[in-house]
């Protein structure tokens, strides 16, 4: 599990570096989960998130089988 964290760390760090990359070209935060100019957050925020859009997905389009 160890390389799963690491993977993990470079990953958010990867993300966070572009994230700021965008603000200095003067784009702001965006409200979509996906989006790479969202706030960041912590893991658990973010899979709570990533729950949250599956239950709004399978309420408003039906399950995927």
Excluded: D
């Excluded at 990867?14 to 990359?21: L, N, W």
């Excluded at 784009?27 to 239950?55: A, D, N, R």
């Amino acid at each position: 599990e160890p390389e799963e964290t690491e993977s993990w760390a470079l990953q958010r760090i990867i993300k966070i570096a572009t994230h700021e990359i965008g603000h200095m070209f003067n784009l702001g935060h965006c409200i979509y989960y996906q989006c790479l100019m969202m706030g960041t957050m912590t893991k658990s925020k973010l899979i709570e998130i990533q729950l949250h859009s599956v239950q709004f997905a399978t309420e408003n389009y039906g399950s995927v089988s």
